[in-house]
């Protein structure tokens, strides 16, 4: 006996652009979790000295290497990476559940 699949009921295992969207929300905000982590442990490693003379300036005992990612574009730049990520999968949740109660 020979059975025919029906169309219906047949199991679709591709990806569906939704699902590329969340993956790739996932990755941006893993990243930008990365890039706060990294600085906070720059941070708390190499901490920041007050120098004052006529006015004061804070220095970073950083080598200068990490004293590039001690600024606030770079902490601007990760909590950025991060709210974009979570933007993308909140979007797809969201347009989950819409398409899902008109089917």
């Known amino acids: 006996m020979i059975f025919a699949p029906i169309k219906n009921k047949a199991v679709d295992f591709r990806l569906k652009v939704h699902d590329y969207v969340l993956k790739t929300g996932a990755v941006i905000s893993t990243i930008g979790v990365i890039m706060l982590i990294l600085f906070g442990l720059i941070l708390l490693i190499f901490p920041v000295i007050k120098v004052c003379e006529k006015n004061c300036i804070f220095v970073s005992t950083a080598p200068q290497i990490l004293k590039q990612l001690i600024n606030p574009l770079f902490l601007f730049a990760s909590l950025a990476l ?5 933007f993308l999968i909140r979007i797809v949740m969201w347009w989950k559940t819409k398409t899902k109660k008109f089917i």
């Open 82 to 86: 991060i709210s974009i990520g979570i």
